[in-house]
């Protein structure tokens, strides 16, 4: 199981999710209680071994920016929220970037196609919100079979195992579910999300 631990804003909370063998770390760089800076990315990515894969999180910016601002930031991925275009993909990587194309539970099965992007992420409807949703409809998805996606919106060390399973998911995204209030991140719940995530027996 692929876990992403999102909006990351201290060396501490980094440091945590690395120890507790996540795989990628976000960073959001749009507006949001969890933002941080290019120049705060830029220093954390001091705690990131090269085994874990830091992003950059976008909303509504255009690509070209986001782009531009993950560049600064000294970042090679980019989850871009909001309404995008397959030409948008194709600009990450003419840029020589990765890309998460991030959508949302209410997709139409066109925007859940593969656009070509080198992850898929499914969230609740607003992201960041920490609201749960029904993870089992997205096991029926036709466009998901056989696909590496990332499942996110309301998990938690609690919920991840059988969300996961009920959705198929190949991997996981959580920020609201490891924290002890809006942004500040909860060192031992990210611990418990990793490792409950990680093991077999809950996934
Ligand atoms: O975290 C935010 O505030 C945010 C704002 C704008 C775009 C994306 C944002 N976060 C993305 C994520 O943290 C994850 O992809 C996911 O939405 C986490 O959801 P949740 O675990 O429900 O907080």
Known sequence: MFVKVCGLSTPESVREAVDSGADAVGFVLT???????????????????GRVTPIGVFRHEPVADAVAIARAAGLEWVQLHGARTR?????????????????????????????????????AA????????????????????????LL?????????????ASAQAW???????????????????????VHAAKSDATV
Not at 91 to 108: E, F, N, P, Q, S
Not at 152 to 164: F, I, R, W, Y
Not at 184 to 192: Q, S, T
């Open 87 to 123: 030409e948008d993909i194709a600009t990450v990587h003419d840029a020589g970037m990765k890309v998460i194309r991030a959508v949302t539970m209410d997709a139409t099965r066109h925007e859940i196609e593969d656009w070509g992007e080198d992850l898929l992420l499914i969230d």
């Open 31 to 49: 507006a949001s209680p969890r933002v941080v800076s290019p120049g705060q990315v830029s220093s954390l990515l001091a705690e990131v071994p």
């Open 171 to 193: 991997g996981v995204d959580v920020s609201s579910g490891v924290e002890a209030s809006r942004g500040v991140k909860d060192l031992a719940k990210i611990r418990a999300f």
């Open 152 to 164: 996110a919106g309301g998990l938690d060390p609690e919920n991840v195992g059988q969300a996961a």
């Open 126 to 149: 607003v992201p960041g919100s920490g609201e749960t949703w029904d993870y089992a409809a997205m096991a029926e998805v036709p466009e998901l079979q056989g696909r590496k996606w």
